[in-house]
Structures are given as C-alpha cells and as structure tokens.
C-alpha cells in the first residue's frame, strides 16, 4: 500500500465516522418518535389483546433499533470530537495527501535524460 492510501483510508475513516454519527442521531430520534406513537395508541387506544401483543413486540423492535443507534452513536462520538478538535490538523493531512499523491506520481513515471554520449559510444563498442 502508498502511503497516500494510508492517508486517505484515515481521511475516509473520519468522514465515515461524522456520516455514521449523523445517521445514528437521525434513527434514534425516529425510534424515539416510534415509540411515543406506540405508547400513545397503547393508553389511549382500545385495541384488543391481539393487536396490544402486536404493538408490544413492535415496539421491542424499536426499543432494539433505538438500542443500537445509541451504541453507534457512543462509540462515534470521541472520534467526532477529536475531528473537531483537529479540523486544522485534519485540513493539512488533505494537503499532505495531495502532495504525497504528485510525489509517487512523479517517482512512478521518472525517467532520466542522458547528459553526455557515453552511453551511445559504450554500445557503439560493443557492435564493432
């Protein structure tokens, strides 16, 4: 592996994170919002047996997705807070890694341009 690949799976990584973190926020907030609606309809309502054991075990459902989303969301957030703590930390590493990117291009296709004959007149010897 590059090293500019290194640096770009980190650069990802902290983008992946802030999307992930944003995703969880968003889900546990509808599964908070599921909830209430189940909850309501269950005082509220006057639904048999049948369909009060139907909104129970959705709402275990819900109650596991919310789980889940907070569980994302904990493990996200001290990467969250580093990222910005360090935006400017975070902003060099992308110059950083368009530098690196033109340096291994630029050794990728070196090639070198002969300075003097001496290359053509050691062959020329050998022909003769």
């Known amino acids: 592996m590059q090293n500019s690949e290194y640096i770009s799976a980190f650069l990802k990584f902290l983008r992946e994170s802030k999307t992930d973190y944003q995703i969880a926020?968003?889900?546990e907030?509808?599964?908070n919002s599921e909830t209430q609606d189940i909850l309501h309809r269950m005082e509220l309502g006057n639904d048999s047996y049948h369909d009060m054991a139907k909104m129970a075990k959705r709402l275990k459902q819900v109650r596991q997705e919310r789980r889940e989303a907070k569980d994302i969301k904990e493990?996200?957030?001290?990467?969250?807070?580093?990222?910005?703590e360090y935006e400017k930390v975070i902003r060099t590493l992308e110059l950083i890694l368009g530098d690196v990117r033109k340096a291994e291009e630029r050794?990728?296709?070196?090639?070198y341009i002969e300075k003097t004959g001496v290359l053509k007149e050691i062959f020329e010897e050998e022909s003769h």
């Open 75 to 84: 493990v996200t957030k001290p990467i969250l807070e580093w990222i910005q």
């Open 29 to 31: 907030l509808y599964a």
């Open 25 to 27: 926020s968003d889900q």
């Open 107 to 111: 050794v990728k296709n070196r090639h």
